[in-house]
C-alpha cells in the first residue's frame, strides 16, 4: 500500500467562489437556481452538473459540520448552540425543496441511462430514495427534530459527580469502577445513578417529544410507522427487519450464555458470592486498573506510532488530523458526550471528538473513531460528495476492524506482558459482550416507534422487559432498580440518531470476520480493508464485504461461528 497518500487536499471550487462561506440563505440561494435553470445537453453536462451540485452539498455539509462540532466541543457556549440551531432553523429548511428539486431533475433528464452503472448504480437508488421520502410538511418538524435532539448532549454535558473531593464527568468518573477498591466502586456507582436520576424526567419528556415528532414525520410521508419510515431513509436496501429480528434471536441464543461465562468468571475473580453492577468492570485486590496513556498528547502520540507499525499510510492519516487540529479528545465539564468521527466533505480530513479519561476503553474508542478516520481519507478522492456518504455497516466495519487489527501493537501501550494480555482478553470479550446491548437498544426502538402512543410508564416497563431478555442473571441490581429502569438513557442514539445502532453488531460480525482473515493473511487481509474503504459508497454493502473479502451475513449459523471462533482465541490468551 506505498501508493497511497494521507496529505490529502481541499477539493478545489469550480461553481462558488474560493472565500464564499455559508451566512445567510439569501447567500446561498442564487447558486441552488443556477443548477436548476442549467439546460443539460448531453451525458458530459450531466456529469459536469453533478460535479458542480455536489461542489455545492460539500460546502453546505462542511459548515453544518462545523457548527455542530464546535458546539458538542463546549455546550455552555450559547453563540455556538445559536449558530447551529440557526442553520437548522434558517438554512436547511429552505434548501431542502431545492435537494428534492434538483433529485427529480437528475432523474428525469434522459442521459442517467448513459452514466456508467457500475459507478452510479447506488446513487440513482439513493436519489430516488430521496424523491420517495420527501414531503414538504416535513421540513419545520425536521428543523426541529435537529434541535431537540442536541439537548441531549446539552442535559448530559453538566452531568457531573464528587469523588474525593473532587469534581468530575460522568465519562471520567467512570475509571473508578476498574479500582479494586469495591468501596469506592459503590459510592461512584451510586453517585452516578443518583445523578443520571435527577435529569430523569427531563430526558424522558425529550424524548417522548422526539417519539411524537418522528411519528408525524413518517405519517406524513405514507410510512405506517417511524422504523418503517428510518428503514427506508437509512437505506436498509439489502435486509428487512425480520433479518434483524432474527439476529435480535441469534445474539441470545449464541452470545448471552458467552456474557453469562465471562461475567461468572468475573465473579470468581474478584472472589465474590454476589457481582453487583459496579463490579463488572473491576479488578481484583492488589490489580491495578490498565492506564494505557495520561493525557491526551499521550494518546495521540501512541495511536500514530500504533497505526505506523500497522501500515505508515494508517499512522498518517492521524498524523495529519494532528497537525491540523482535528482532534478533541480529553474529557471535560461542559463537552458533550460520547465519541464521533465527523467526515468533512471538501476539505476531506475529518474530526475526532471523544471523551477520554485514561481507560482501556479511550483506548478503544481512538482506534475505532481513527478507523473511521481512515475510511474518511480512502474515500476522499471519490468525484462526488454523494459516493462518499457511504453505509453505517461498512463504515462501523472500518472501525471496528481496527480494534482488532492493532491489537498486535498495543505493545506501545502496555510494555508490561501481563498488561498487554489482560488488555487483549478485555478487547475480545468486549467484541462479544457489546452484542446483546446492542439488540437490547434496537429492539427497544422498534417497541418504540410502533408504539408512539406509549406511555413513560409503559416505556419504562418495556425497556425492563427488553433489558431483562438479553441481560445474563448474574449481576446483582438490588437497591438500584430505580437507576435500571432509566439506563436506556445513557444511549445518546435514540435521542440523536435514532435506529443508528443494529449497525454496530451487523459490523463487529464483519469486524471479527476482517480479523480471522488477517491472522490468516496479513497483507492480503490490510489490502481487502483498503479496497473496500476506498470504494466509499459505489457499490452495495454484499459488494463492499466481498471487496473487503468476507460475508455480508448476520444470520445466526455465522453468528455461531464467529462467536466460537473469538470464544477459541480468548481460550488462548
Excluded at 429548511?93 to 428525469?108: M, R, S, V
Excluded at 452514466?115 to 428543523?143: C, G, H, W
Excluded at 445513578?193 to 430523569?200: F, M, P, S, V, Y
Amino acid at each position: 500500500m506505498n501508493n497511497l497518500s494521507a496529505d490529502i487536499k481541499k477539493v478545489p471550487r469550480h461553481f462558488l467562489p474560493e472565500d464564499f462561506q455559508v451566512t445567510t440563505w439569501d447567500t446561498l440561494q442564487p447558486y441552488f437556481e443556477a443548477l436548476i435553470q442549467r439546460n443539460i445537453n448531453s451525458v458530459t453536462d450531466l456529469e459536469s452538473w453533478l460535479k458542480d451540485m455536489s461542489e455545492l452539498e460539500a460546502v453546505v455539509s462542511e459548515d453544518a459540520c462545523w457548527r455542530q462540532i464546535k458546539m458538542t466541543c463546549d455546550t455552555t457556549d450559547k453563540s455556538l448552540e445559536e449558530a447551529f440551531t440557526y442553520f437548522c432553523m434558517e438554512i436547511q429548511p429552505k434548501l431542502q425543496p431545492y435537494a428534492d428539486a434538483l433529485n427529480k431533475k437528475f432523474i428525469e433528464s434522459p442521459y442517467v441511462k448513459e452514466l456508467d452503472p457500475d459507478l452510479y448504480k447506488t446513487y440513482i437508488r439513493s436519489v430516488n430514495k430521496q424523491i420517495k421520502l420527501f414531503r414538504e410538511e416535513n421540513i419545520p418538524i425536521q428543523a426541529e427534530l435537529s434541535v431537540m435532539a442536541q439537548q441531549y448532549g446539552a442535559i448530559a454535558g453538566k452531568m457531573t459527580i464528587t469523588v474525593n473531593g473532587q469534581e468530575y464527568t460522568l465519562q471520567q468518573a467512570a475509571k473508578f469502577l476498574e479500582s479494586s477498591d469495591r468501596a469506592l466502586r459503590e459510592e461512584v456507582f451510586t453517585k452516578t445513578a443518583a445523578r443520571r436520576l435527577e435529569d430523569k424526567q427531563a430526558l424522558d419528556e425529550l424524548y417522548s417529544g422526539l417519539v411524537k415528532k418522528r411519528d408525524q414525520v413518517a405519517k406524513n410521508a405514507g410510512f405506517n410507522n417511524y422504523r418503517d419510515y428510518k428503514f427506508e431513509e437509512l437505506g436498509r436496501f439489502d435486509y428487512t427487519k425480520e433479518d434483524v429480528f432474527q439476529f435480535h434471536e441469534a445474539i441470545k441464543s449464541h452470545i448471552v450464555p458467552l456474557v453469562q461465562d465471562t461475567l461468572e468468571k468475573q465473579k470468581t475473580k474478584l472472589n465474590l458470592e454476589v457481582l453487583r453492577p459496579w463490579d463488572t468492570d473491576a479488578e481484583p485486590v492488589g490489580v491495578q486498573p490498565l492506564e494505557p496513556f495520561h493525557t491526551g498528547d499521550e494518546l495521540v502520540s501512541k495511536a500514530i506510532e500504533t497505526f505506523d507499525k500497522l501500515d505508515p499510510f494508517f499512522g498518517d492519516c492521524l498524523r495529519v488530523m494532528k497537525q491540523m487540529g482535528r482532534l478533541d479528545l480529553e474529557s471535560r465539564k461542559g463537552k458533550a458526550p460520547g465519541g464521533y468521527n465527523c467526515p468533512l466533505a471538501e476539505t476531506g480530513v475529518p474530526f475526532i471528538f471523544m471523551n477520554a479519561a485514561g481507560q482501556m476503553k479511550d483506548l478503544t474508542t481512538m482506534v475505532h473513531e481513527g478507523g473511521h478516520a481512515v475510511h474518511s481519507f480512502l474515500s476522499h478522492n471519490l468525484t462526488l460528495s454523494a459516493f462518499k456518504e457511504y453505509p453505517m455497516e461498512i463504515a462501523e466495519v472500518a472501525s471496528m476492524s481496527m480494534e482488532l487489527l492493532t491489537m498486535d501493537y498495543w505493545d506501545i501501550f502496555f510494555k508490561d506482558a501481563d498488561q498487554l494480555r489482560r488488555a487483549k482478553l478485555q478487547q475480545l470479550e468486549r467484541s462479544i459482550t457489546i452484542f446483546p446491548w446492542i439488540a437490547t437498544i434496537d429492539k427497544f426502538q422498534h417497541w418504540i416507534y410502533e408504539n408512539p402512543q406509549h406511555t413513560v410508564e409503559e416505556r419504562t416497563a418495556k425497556w425492563l422487559e427488553i433489558l431483562n431478555e438479553f441481560s445474563p442473571s448474574v449481576v446483582d441490581w438490588s437497591g438500584h432498580e430505580d437507576y435500571r429502569a432509566i439506563t436506556w438513557q445513557r444511549q445518546l442514539h435514540l435521542f440523536e440518531v435514532p435506529f443508528y445502532y443494529i449497525e454496530y453488531g451487523i459490523a463487529q460480525l464483519g469486524a471479527i470476520a476482517m480479523w480471522k482473515q488477517y491472522k490468516e493473511n496479513k497483507q492480503q487481509a490490510l489490502e481487502n480493508y483498503v479496497k473496500a474503504l476506498s470504494l466509499g459508497n459505489t457499490k452495495t454493502l454484499p459488494e463492499l464485504y466481498k471487496a473487503a473479502g468476507i460475508k455480508f451475513d448476520f444470520s445466526p449459523a455465522y453468528v455461531k461461528e464467529l462467536a466460537d471462533f473469538v470464544k477459541a482465541e480468548i481460550s488462548k490468551i
